[in-house]
């Protein structure tokens, strides 16, 4: 970021997509807070907050924006008890995403059946089939996070 700075002078922050959360630590402290960090791990949402990071940017707050609203709302109010348990309900929800090809292909099929139409993915990704269509809308509907 410090270097940044010196080519952008009007760098204000970064989206930090990392599992070094010291490093993380190290970029909310540079030049004592200078630039908003923005944690880009869904499922590990309130360990940036703790840090220090102002927010953070994911894929799966596109269908389940409540549960990051609540992870926030929690963490601002020092209820990490239940901030906690939000976070698992992302944890969850990143799990199944896994089980079906990650985020591109697990993905765009949750968009595809909350009604934002995203098409089908291109090679090298399999295009999803009604029964992992199905199968999938199953798997959210028993973790209670499916939106529609």
Do not use: W
Not at 78 to 99: C, L, P
Not at 130 to 145: F, P, W
């Amino acid at each position: 970021l410090h270097e940044g700075k010196k080519t952008i002078p009007n760098l204000a922050g970064v989206k930090f997509t990392h599992n070094n959360l010291m490093e993380m630590g190290d970029c909310i402290q540079l030049d004592n807070g200078a630039f908003e960090v923005l944690h880009g791990f869904d499922e590990t949402l309130i360990c940036g907050l703790a840090l220090g990071a102002v927010a953070g940017v994911g894929s799966t707050y596109n269908y389940i924006p409540h549960v990051y609203l609540n992870i926030l709302k929690s963490m601002e109010s020092n209820d990490v008890e239940t901030a906690r348990a939000f976070q698992m309900q992302s944890v969850e929800m990143v799990k199944i995403i896994i089980q079906y090809g990650g985020g591109v292909r697990g993905g765009k099929a949750i968009m595809n059946l909350i009604g934002i139409e995203c098409g089908p993915c291109r090679p090298p990704f399999a295009t999803f089939e009604r029964e992992e269509y199905d199968a999938l809308k199953e798997n959210l509907q028993g973790i209670g996070l499916l939106v529609k």
